[in-house]
């Protein structure tokens, strides 16, 4: 199953593009991983089954099996149909119900439109009637509907016994205590009463908060996050004198610089920051340009015009530098610096900047100061009043809590380290799993998802969300604002009629509220603020801070929430775990990221396991050398190492919170070899394209000539005809005809993509909504390591870096202390001569998923004709035909099919191979041939049948679950266009208005599509000239990847236009697109031979 | 011997394995002795009245027992054979019915677009009007479904028409299929009606 691929047009000179370390260096690894269509082994049965030995026991079973089944009779088993007893109005078995509901975030909330079918909720949107939003959601939400059906959440109410063990109490005997507890802290005023909770923007919250506080005088509040997103606020507060928060407009910013803040990515709310941010990056729409300076490789570097790879302590130095410039300051020792600032000058009025949820509050109001400098407050960055509860001090805890303890979701006993001070306190815990704090409670009560609970929230921009339920609580959880009140001794305690009487109404305006899922309460933006510090006082503020050189031996470490399991919360969530990571492709675990002048001079490479030790505690990882990450720099993702998550989150990674005690930097740190080496599961080099440029870039300036010259020749040319400079390559016509020109003249639609390379920052939320949408299970990190993945799209992340651009990282003279070293700069830039050009890379995300080549290779080497075209250009899958051959795979140039090697659905991670399928014919297991262990129990290692009814309950039932043996591939959301056709003609019944159009509303959208907050993926009819996929596809920016194969896919690409400038030391004038000249000269000179 | 041995699993696999004799003339006993005869046949109610979803949704839903006693209340309002229906009504307990008509879990069949675009109950389901024990009349294989979807004229009739399941052109059978022919070329034409083919109309 080797290919050779030998026509690889990756360029030679210029800007080159490369997945990896191992690509670059093409070690023979990469090659061999290349080189097949499946990793090595992904198509052999491992474990030492032959394939031929496997045959033959099937087919001595398949015997057995008929004649069981000629015995045992041959109908389908008998099926109940049972409807209500009382017909409910207004609803229909089979139709999707929609209703609006909001999930909370730490300061927000994601307003939400939920799909549900029969009464269970199946699908998350983001609620498209929301003013600030575009439907777009973040992964997070996409994936918290998993959790809902999670088999291993708290189900049950656990008190701990004498022995020391938790046990199942009633959940009328678990209220009865709750209000025995009222009772007691009734007398006693709260006496030794605290409370552990999370942030939280509900208002119902916040005035039970208030009555507990009214009737418990004495108790006391705690509010924690492990991942503070509390510090903007108070930032602004301490900046501008009074209780603000700052809302970041990254839409109206021209200039913007992001201090370590990973606003695309890590930062709370980056979905609405990722809608904002690429409204403001339309190449003719006056283009934002955004610098950032960063010590992690992360999403908003990736996105970055320009890119200063820093320590993360010293990039307080840089707001300082800038802010001095502004000042009237003197020159600044560095280019990089000077001409940043300069260009932040001249954008008065227009400018952003933004710190960092890691940097230290002294970085933040340096940013405020900046600002406010040069006139952004108001304009760029809005204040909006303060929303309470942002984190406090825990050092009173243990002695507030002398009495009781309640911990109110979060997990201390993990994140925070904690377990009860004295052994007298009452711990009672409110938890949506039994988890690590749940073996330190004396009372665990099961907490409610939120879409099984009422609830209100306040978003990022003010707004009023209502949190409606769509399914009863699975398994009798309790809801936190009930908790509360019962706590507090209310007698209104259903959460309904809480968050009712918070709202103040029941009539329309209830209504209205729950049906658009918003009410926009009025909060007027604070203008009139003063920055309070003047520069010497910053400057006094940074001085204990200043030149903290790191080094091997005083490494810095970074803590960053996950992308994948936040704070440690998703981690037994599945398709969280299994999501590539957006920057190192990581699945199932974390690392110790390092750059790779860091990995050599420790003497480590991928994979070996270091102890890392800080302020006297150590923990264990692999190192992964990460092509931008910042030199002595260590990259810890928090939320891994979970010991008491479930079954698929326990054990995935290293626990980074042993050795973080609150700051999210910290210099200081030591590294050492154990010895050991560790296998991670990292899907960069999975369906490599194999250095063919897939991607296209351009600059700004570039884009803008060519526009020019572009309407000049309007006049004369049509605009079809006049291409932007080498964007799509030249493609030679084919002398067969296409075989869709036929069913073109007919079929009512033609659908088609568009994908904006522009405006994907590439956070994966796409990915989980299709695995949401279409039922793709997970594999484990087992499969993945073997390259079986099945998203049905990946983000292919490209790193680009060009040889003959300036050094960045000596551009940071004068910040950068290793740089002031004078005799040693040059040392290091001489030995570093080949490397630094690696290492300050940029990346380009690239969504890729079945481009639907109208002349589709899968199709002509399907010996069943299980995958063909239908009339309307979709390259259908018909599952119940395919024989599971994989020729399609091993012939599609794109590489996105998926074949279902075990079966994922039925069987969980650790149980995925069965009885037999792991083992020879002649094995014995407890003396006991496994032949005879499997015609037993042939179903041995299945889910069982309850925990598989709960799975289903999650699984979309507009989608088939495949089974094990047949490939898969994107659909393009069949299921959804099929459903718009059949409503519409439906509609029409009889008439011919059948047509689905844009401008009626009726086009669907694929779930990609919809989820997506940069609005970067648009699907449509092409057939219709004016719909936007169309109007798209003339874009002089269109292209198709691999177009000069002939495949004509329906999926094209838009370049990406970056907007760099002239005037910065690591400016190149690419005068050409990126990676095209070559590959333009390469396929023509393919043409001269043929 | 070896052609024996092949005749015979080459016909064990026929009646067994195929739609056309696993399920065509199945007729499970159900809980309640309801007889379409009576209620679509002799009374004349319209089949929408109890399969109230078919023009809306995949599935052309089965009444609630509520919908029964809007006439049983009154009719028969003490006979023993519908005991379970009001019991089912009161204490809001679903009656289980056995499922007759059913395709396989890939296909995904959708009802609504059937009848509002003038495909009669009668073309898949047959002459329920006329059975008093529902009975599984076609063999809904694949080759059933394609017979139509190649030729949607040939079975296309105006969409008011689709629940009258004894309706024809005209009593006249040559004339009947004359003016089936002259209209359903002129409905799937004027109508848009598309003969799907590919495999995206039913497998998803």
Same mark, same amino acid.
């Given at each position: 199953?080797?290919?050779?691929?030998?026509?690889?047009?990756?360029?030679?000179?210029?800007?080159?593009?490369?997945?990896?370390?191992?690509?670059?260096?093409?070690?023979?690894?990469?090659?061999?991983?290349?080189?097949?269509?499946?990793?090595? #082994?992904?198509?052999?049965?491992?474990?030492?089954?032959?394939?031929?030995?496997?045959?033959?026991?099937?087919?001595?079973?398949?015997?057995?099996?008929?004649?069981?089944?000629? #015995?045992?009779?041959?109908?389908?088993?008998?099926?109940?149909?049972?409807?209500?007893?009382?017909?409910?109005?207004?609803?229909?078995?089979?139709?999707?119900?929609?209703?609006?509901?909001?999930?909370?975030?730490?300061?927000?909330?994601?307003?939400?439109?939920?799909?549900?079918?029969?009464?269970?909720?199946?699908?998350?949107?983001?609620?498209?009637?929301?003013?600030?939003?575009?439907?777009?959601?973040?992964?997070?939400?996409?994936?918290?509907?998993?959790?809902?059906?999670?088999?291993?959440?708290?189900?049950?109410?656990?008190?701990?016994?004498?022995?020391?063990?938790?046990?199942?109490?009633?959940?009328?005997?678990?209220?009865?205590?709750?209000?025995?507890?009222?009772?007691?802290?009734?007398?006693?005023?709260?006496?030794?009463?605290?409370?552990?909770?999370?942030?939280?923007?509900?208002?119902?919250?916040?005035?039970?908060?208030?009555?507990?506080?009214?009737?418990?005088?004495?108790?006391?509040?705690?509010?924690?996050?492990?991942?503070?997103?509390?510090?903007?606020?108070?930032?602004?507060?301490?900046?501008?004198?009074?209780?603000?928060?700052?809302?970041?407009?990254?839409?109206?910013?021209?200039?913007?610089?992001?201090?370590?803040?990973?606003?695309?990515?890590?930062?709370?709310?980056?979905?609405?920051?990722?809608?904002?941010?690429?409204?403001?990056?339309?190449?003719?729409?006056?283009?934002?340009?955004?610098?950032?300076?960063?010590?992690?490789?992360?999403?908003?570097?990736?996105?970055?015009?320009?890119?200063?790879?820093?320590?993360?302590?010293?990039?307080?130095?840089?707001?300082? =530098?800038?802010?001095?410039?502004?000042?009237?300051?003197?020159?600044?020792?560095?280019?990089?610096?000077?001409?940043?600032?300069?260009?932040?000058?001249?954008?008065?009025?227009?400018?952003?900047?933004?710190?960092?949820?890691?940097?230290?509050?002294?970085?933040?109001?340096?940013?405020?100061?900046?600002?406010?400098?040069?006139?952004?407050?108001?304009?760029?960055?809005?204040?909006?009043?303060?929303?309470?509860?942002?984190?406090?001090?825990?050092?009173?805890?243990?002695?507030?809590?002398?009495?009781?303890?309640?911990?109110?979701?979060?997990?201390?006993?993990?994140?925070?380290?904690?377990?009860?001070?004295?052994?007298?306190?009452?711990?009672?815990?409110?938890?949506?799993?039994?988890?690590?704090?749940?073996?330190?409670?004396?009372?665990?009560?099961?907490?409610?998802?939120?879409?099984?609970?009422?609830?209100?929230?306040?978003?990022?921009?003010?707004? &009023?969300?209502?949190?409606?339920?769509?399914?009863?609580?699975?398994?009798? #959880?309790?809801?936190?604002?009930?908790?509360?009140?019962?706590?507090?001794?209310?007698?209104?305690?259903?959460?309904?009629?809480?968050?009712?009487?918070?709202?103040?109404?029941?009539?329309?305006?209830?209504?209205?509220?729950?049906?658009?899922?918003?009410?926009?309460?009025?909060?007027?933006?604070?203008?009139?603020?003063?920055?309070?510090?003047?520069?010497?006082?910053?400057?006094?503020?940074?001085?204990?801070?200043?030149?903290?050189?790191?080094?091997?031996?005083?490494?810095?470490?970074?803590?960053?929430?996950?992308?994948?399991?936040?704070?440690?919360?998703?981690?037994?969530?599945?398709?969280?775990?299994?999501?590539?990571?957006?920057?190192?492709?990581?699945?199932?675990?974390?690392?110790?990221?390092?750059?790779?002048?860091?990995?050599?001079?420790?003497?480590?490479?991928?994979?070996?396991?270091?102890?890392?030790?800080?302020?006297?505690?150590?923990?264990?990882?692999?190192?992964?050398?990460?092509?931008?990450?910042?030199?002595?720099?260590?990259?810890?993702?928090?939320?891994?190492?979970?010991?008491?998550?479930?079954?698929?989150?326990?054990?995935?990674?290293?626990?980074?919170?042993?050795?973080?005690?609150?700051?999210?930097?910290?210099?200081?740190?030591?590294?050492?070899?154990?010895?050991?080496?560790?296998?991670?599961?990292?899907?960069?080099?999975?369906?490599?394209?194999?250095?063919?440029?897939?991607?296209?870039?351009?600059?700004?300036?570039?884009?803008?000539?060519?526009?020019?010259?572009?309407?000049?020749?309007?006049?004369?040319?049509?605009?079809?005809?006049?291409?932007?400079?080498?964007?799509?390559?030249?493609?030679?016509?084919?002398?067969?005809?296409?075989?869709?020109?036929?069913?073109?003249?007919?079929?009512?639609?033609?659908?088609?993509?568009?994908?904006?390379?522009?405006?994907?920052? #590439?956070?994966?939320?796409?990915?989980?909504?299709?695995?949401?949408?279409?039922?793709?299970?997970?594999?484990?990190?087992?499969?993945?390591?073997?390259?079986?993945?099945?998203?049905?799209?990946?983000?292919?992340?490209?790193?680009?870096?060009?040889?003959?651009?300036?050094?960045?990282?000596?551009?940071?003279?004068?910040?950068?202390?290793?740089?002031?070293?004078?005799?040693?700069?040059?040392?290091?830039? =001489?030995?570093?001569?080949?490397?630094?050009?690696?290492?300050?890379?940029?990346?380009?995300?690239?969504?890729?998923?079945?481009?639907?080549?109208?002349?589709?290779?899968?199709?002509?080497?399907?010996?069943?004709?299980?995958?063909?075209?239908?009339?309307?250009?979709?390259?259908?899958?018909?599952?119940?035909?395919?024989?599971?051959?994989?020729?399609?795979?091993?012939?599609?140039?794109?590489?996105?099919?998926?074949?279902?090697?075990?079966?994922?659905?039925?069987?969980?991670?650790?149980?995925?191979?069965?009885?037999?399928?792991?083992?020879?014919?002649?094995?014995?297991?407890?003396?006991?041939?496994?032949?005879?262990?499997?015609?037993?129990?042939?179903?041995?290692?299945?889910?069982?049948?309850?925990?598989?009814?709960?799975?289903?309950?999650?699984?979309?039932?507009?989608?088939?679950?495949?089974?094990?043996?047949?490939?898969?591939?994107?659909?393009?959301?069949?299921?959804?266009?099929?459903?718009?056709?059949?409503?519409?003609?439906?509609?029409?019944?009889?008439?011919?208005?059948?047509?689905?159009?844009?401008?009626?509303?009726?086009?669907?959208?694929?779930?990609?599509?919809?989820?997506?907050?940069?609005?970067?993926?648009?699907?449509?009819?092409?057939?219709?000239?004016?719909?936007?996929?169309?109007?798209?596809?003339?874009?002089? %920016?269109?292209?198709?990847? &691999?177009?000069?194969?002939?495949?004509?896919?329906?999926?094209?690409?838009?370049?990406?236009?970056?907007?760099?400038?002239?005037?910065?030391?690591?400016?190149?004038?690419?005068?050409?697109?990126?990676?095209?000249?070559?590959?333009?000269?390469?396929?023509?000179?393919?043409?001269?031979?043929? | 011997?070896?052609?024996?041995?092949?005749?015979?699993?080459?016909?064990?696999?026929?009646?067994?394995?195929?739609?056309?004799?696993?399920?065509?003339?199945?007729?499970?006993?159900?809980?309640?002795?309801?007889?379409?005869?009576?209620?679509?046949?002799?009374?004349?109610?319209?089949?929408?009245?109890?399969?109230?979803?078919?023009?809306?949704?995949?599935?052309?839903?089965?009444?609630?027992?509520?919908?029964?006693?809007?006439?049983?209340?009154?009719? %028969?309002?003490?006979?023993?054979?519908?005991?379970?229906?009001?019991?089912?009504?009161?204490?809001?307990?679903?009656?289980?019915?056995?499922?007759?008509?059913?395709?396989?879990?890939?296909?995904?069949?959708?009802?609504?677009?059937?009848?509002?675009?003038?495909?009669?109950?009668?073309?898949?389901?047959?002459?329920?009007?006329?059975?008093?024990?529902?009975?599984?009349?076609?063999?809904?294989?694949?080759?059933?479904?394609?017979?139509?979807?190649?030729?949607?004229?040939?079975?296309?009739?105006?969409?008011?028409?689709?629940?009258?399941?004894?309706?024809?052109?005209?009593?006249?059978?040559?004339?009947?299929?004359? &003016?089936?022919?002259?209209?359903?070329?002129?409905?799937?034409?004027?109508?848009?009606?598309?003969?799907?083919?590919?495999?995206?109309?039913?497998?998803?």
């Amino acid at each position: 199953m080797k290919n050779d691929l030998n026509n690889s047009s990756a360029p030679v000179t210029g800007r080159r593009y490369w997945r990896s370390l191992d690509e670059l260096a093409d070690t023979p690894e990469f090659k061999d991983w290349l080189h097949r269509e499946f990793p090595s #082994g992904a198509s052999e049965m491992e474990d030492g089954q032959s394939r031929r030995s496997f045959l033959k026991l099937m087919s001595a079973s398949f015997a057995l099996a008929g004649v069981a089944t000629l #015995g045992a009779g041959c109908r389908r088993p008998e099926e109940k149909l049972e409807p209500f007893g009382k017909q409910l109005e207004n609803y229909t078995f089979g139709e999707a119900q929609y209703f609006a509901t909001a999930m909370p975030t730490r300061t927000g909330a994601v307003p939400l439109t939920v799909k549900s079918y029969e009464g269970r909720p199946v699908k998350i949107e983001g609620n498209s009637l929301y003013p600030n939003g575009n439907g777009g959601t973040d992964r997070y939400a996409q994936a918290s509907i998993l959790d809902l059906y999670d088999p291993d959440r708290a189900r049950q109410f656990k008190m701990r016994g004498a022995d020391g063990r938790l046990y199942a109490v009633e959940r009328e005997e678990a209220l009865k205590y709750l209000e025995s507890l009222a009772k007691k802290f009734a007398t006693s005023s709260g006496e030794g009463l605290a409370f552990l909770a999370e942030s939280s923007t509900s208002p119902s919250r916040a005035r039970l908060q208030k009555i507990i506080a009214q009737k418990y005088p004495k108790a006391q509040w705690f509010t924690h996050d492990a991942i503070d997103s509390g510090i903007h606020q108070r930032a602004a507060t301490q900046a501008f004198g009074q209780s603000v928060r700052p809302v970041f407009n990254f839409d109206k910013a021209k200039v913007i610089l992001s201090l370590d803040c990973d606003f695309l990515g890590g930062e709370d709310d980056a979905h609405n920051h990722i809608r904002k941010f690429a409204a403001g990056r339309k190449a003719d729409k006056g283009m934002s340009r955004l610098y950032a300076v960063e010590s992690l490789f992360t999403l908003t570097g990736a996105s970055a015009d320009h890119r200063l790879r820093l320590a993360a302590s010293l990039v307080g130095n840089v707001a300082y =530098e800038i802010l001095s410039q502004i000042a009237g300051g003197p020159e600044s020792m560095s280019p990089w610096v000077g001409e940043c600032a300069k260009d932040l000058i001249a954008s008065r009025g227009n400018v952003l900047v933004v710190a960092g949820q890691r940097q230290p509050v002294e970085v933040h109001l340096l940013a405020h100061a900046i600002n406010t400098a040069l006139d952004s407050i108001g304009n760029t960055v809005t204040l909006l009043p303060a929303i309470e509860g942002a984190n406090t001090d825990l050092t009173g805890l243990s002695a507030a809590a002398s009495d009781t303890l309640v911990i109110l979701g979060g997990n201390p006993a993990y994140n925070l380290n904690w377990s009860p001070a004295s052994k007298s306190t009452t711990v009672v815990r409110l938890g949506y799993y039994e988890d690590e704090s749940a073996d330190k409670a004396s009372w665990n009560f099961p907490a409610t998802h939120y879409l099984e609970s009422w609830g209100d929230a306040t978003t990022s921009d003010g707004s &009023l969300v209502p949190i409606q339920p769509l399914i009863q609580p699975l398994f009798s #959880g309790l809801n936190e604002l009930e908790f509360l009140a019962r706590l507090a001794g209310e007698t209104q305690t259903a959460a309904h009629e809480i968050v009712q009487a918070t709202f103040g109404g029941s009539g329309e305006s209830w209504k209205k509220f729950l049906y658009n899922g918003y009410t926009t309460v009025s909060t007027p933006a604070i203008t009139d603020v003063k920055v309070i510090q003047s520069l010497n006082d910053l400057n006094g503020l940074l001085a204990a801070k200043k030149n903290p050189t790191v080094s091997p031996t005083n490494l810095e470490v970074v803590f960053f929430r996950d992308a994948k399991v936040d704070d440690g919360r998703y981690a037994n969530n599945g398709w969280m775990q299994e999501l590539p990571d957006p920057v190192t492709k990581m699945t199932w675990d974390n690392a110790v990221l390092i750059s790779r002048k860091t990995a050599r001079d420790l003497g480590v490479a991928n994979g070996d396991l270091v102890e890392i030790t800080l302020n006297g505690k150590s923990v264990v990882g692999p190192v992964w050398t990460q092509p931008g990450m910042a030199d002595y720099s260590l990259g810890l993702a928090l939320g891994y190492g979970r010991e008491r998550a479930g079954r698929v989150g326990n054990g995935v990674g290293f626990n980074a919170y042993k050795i973080f005690n609150g700051d999210y930097v910290a210099t200081g740190a030591t590294i050492k070899k154990t010895g050991g080496t560790y296998t991670l599961a990292c899907t960069q080099h999975h369906w490599s394209m194999e250095g063919r440029p897939a991607v296209r870039e351009f600059n700004l300036a570039t884009f803008e000539e060519d526009a020019k010259e572009l309407n000049e020749k309007h006049e004369t040319e049509s605009v079809a005809e006049v291409k932007f400079r080498g964007v799509e390559p030249p493609i030679v016509q084919s002398l067969y005809p296409n075989p869709l020109d036929e069913a073109k003249k007919t079929a009512l639609h033609q659908w088609g993509m568009s994908i904006d390379l522009g405006a994907c920052v #590439g956070c994966g939320t796409c990915v989980i909504a299709c695995q949401s949408e279409n039922n793709i299970p997970i594999v484990g990190k087992d499969q993945v390591l073997r390259g079986r993945e099945m998203h049905w799209m990946r983000i292919d992340r490209y790193f680009t870096s060009d040889p003959k651009r300036k050094n960045a990282s000596s551009t940071a003279k004068g910040i950068n202390p290793r740089f002031d070293l004078g005799s040693d700069i040059n040392k290091a830039d =001489e030995d570093q001569q080949f490397e630094e050009w690696i290492d300050d890379v940029q990346a380009v995300n690239q969504p890729m998923l079945c481009q639907m080549c109208e002349t589709a290779p899968c199709e002509n080497v399907c010996p069943v004709a299980a995958t063909v075209h239908d009339q309307e250009g979709l390259n259908v899958m018909a599952y119940n035909r395919c024989i599971g051959t994989r020729y399609c795979s091993n012939n599609c140039p794109y590489k996105v099919r998926r074949f279902n090697f075990l079966d994922y659905n039925k069987r969980p991670l650790t149980e995925l191979k069965g009885t037999l399928y792991s083992t020879t014919l002649t094995h014995k297991t407890d003396g006991e041939w496994d032949l005879k262990r499997w015609w037993n129990d042939p179903n041995s290692g299945m889910r069982t049948e309850d925990e598989w009814d709960l799975i289903k309950l999650s699984k979309n039932p507009d989608a088939t679950v495949r089974m094990r043996g047949v490939m898969e591939k994107c659909t393009y959301c069949t299921q959804r266009i099929e459903h718009a056709k059949i409503s519409q003609k439906a509609k029409a019944g009889a008439s011919d208005n059948v047509r689905l159009t844009e401008a009626a509303g009726t086009v669907p959208k694929t779930a990609c599509q919809q989820a997506c907050p940069a609005g970067a993926i648009v699907f449509g009819d092409i057939s219709d000239a004016k719909s936007s996929v169309s109007v798209l596809k003339t874009s002089g %920016l269109n292209y198709s990847v &691999l177009g000069n194969l002939l495949t004509r896919p329906r999926t094209t690409y838009l370049a990406r236009v970056r907007n760099p400038n002239p005037a910065m030391p690591d400016y190149k004038d690419h005068h050409d697109p990126f990676s095209t000249e070559e590959y333009e000269s390469q396929s023509l000179t393919k043409k001269g031979q043929s | 011997m070896g052609v024996l041995a092949g005749g015979a699993v080459a016909a064990g696999v026929t009646i067994y394995l195929t739609p056309k004799y696993t399920r065509a003339g199945y007729q499970p006993v159900q809980p309640v002795p309801f007889s379409h005869s009576i209620h679509a046949g002799q009374l004349g109610l319209d089949c929408r009245y109890c399969h109230n979803g078919v023009e809306k949704s995949w599935f052309a839903n089965l009444p609630g027992a509520s919908t029964c006693m809007n006439c049983h209340a009154l009719v %028969l309002k003490d006979d023993p054979r519908l005991a379970i229906v009001r019991n089912s009504a009161a204490n809001n307990v679903p009656i289980a019915w056995v499922q007759v008509h059913k395709t396989p879990d890939y296909v995904y069949f959708n009802h609504s677009v059937h009848v509002t675009r003038g495909i009669s109950c009668v073309e898949c389901h047959g002459r329920i009007d006329q059975m008093d024990e529902v009975r599984h009349d076609k063999s809904f294989s694949m080759s059933f479904c394609l017979d139509c979807h190649r030729d949607p004229a040939a079975h296309i009739r105006p969409p008011d028409k689709v629940t009258k399941l004894d309706w024809q052109w005209s009593t006249n059978s040559v004339e009947a299929a004359r &003016l089936q022919n002259v209209n359903g070329k002129k409905f799937v034409h004027d109508w848009k009606v598309e003969s799907l083919q590919s495999c995206s109309a039913c497998h998803r």
